[in-house]
């Protein structure tokens, strides 16, 4: 029963546009929320995080929004750059310990 | 500055056969984690340590072992491999409550 989802396994993006990419929740409980990039044949690395009390963090290029309501989390990217071509993977705990819960993932490629 | 490291980074087993991941971090981190990754399933949790001397089960934990043999160490043994554990497997560390984790590069098994 994965409670993290990422419905689009890949996301084509040109080059300077936003990429956008989304993440739903089941758990209530969850108050903590992470995007993670992952290159091939590397480990992923952590990209930004937002906690519950706020809906919206910005980080250079990279913003991810939270709506609480709807259990649903946004990454924004703009511009695009070929070198944001990856994997990204939404992630999700609940409490200051809580183990993190992964989605699947969304291949992002972003051409020129 | 290692970060994470796991050793080895590929390995190729019969049924079976056992073999143990090994997995280290430099970065004092308290809890340390082994997740993995398979196809269209993201990262799934094997087993975690919270703290040094504790090790608890995660979401996928059938088939596995673990020892937190130190701070720095945290290994996990397949006793009896079967062709379902072929995966990517990723350890990683976190120094403290409500941050995200630090990725090993992974060790891509397959058992034939």
């Known amino acids: 029963d994965q409670q993290v989802k990422q419905n689009s396994p890949s996301l084509s993006v040109q080059e300077g546009r936003i990429s956008i990419l989304n993440c739903d929740y089941t758990?209530?409980?969850?108050?903590?929320f992470l995007w993670y990039k992952k290159y091939p044949a590397e480990g992923p690395t952590f990209l930004i995080s937002?906690?519950?009390?706020?809906d919206k963090n910005e980080d250079g290029r990279f913003t991810v929004f939270l709506n609480k309501s709807a259990k649903h989390l946004s990454l924004h990217i703009v511009p695009s750059q070929p070198g944001d071509s990856a994997v990204y993977f939404c992630?999700?705990?609940?409490?200051?310990?809580?183990?993190?819960?992964f989605g699947a993932g969304t291949q992002v490629v972003v051409t020129p | 500055n290692a970060g994470v490291t796991q050793t080895p980074k590929f390995q190729v087993l019969k049924t079976g056969q056992s073999m143990t991941l090994q997995c280290a971090q430099d970065?004092?981190?308290?809890?340390m984690y082994w997740y993995r990754q398979d196809p269209g399933m993201g990262l799934r949790l094997i087993y975690y340590?919270?703290?040094?001397?504790?090790?608890d089960k995660g979401e996928v934990p059938n088939g596995y072992n673990v020892s937190r043999l130190n701070k720095r160490e945290f290994s996990l043994r397949l006793e009896s491999a079967a062709p379902s554990q072929t995966s990517v497997y990723f350890c990683?560390?976190?120094?403290?409550?409500?941050?995200?984790?630090?990725f090993g590069s992974g060790t891509r098994l397959t058992v034939v």
């Open positions: 937002i906690s519950s009390i706020k």
């Open positions: 758990n209530s409980m969850f108050d903590y």
């Open positions: 992630a999700a705990s609940g409490g200051s310990w809580g183990k993190l819960q």
């Open positions: 970065m004092n981190h308290n809890s």
């Open positions: 340590s919270a703290s040094e001397g504790t090790t």
């Open positions: 990683a560390s976190r120094p403290y409550a409500n941050y995200g984790y630090t």
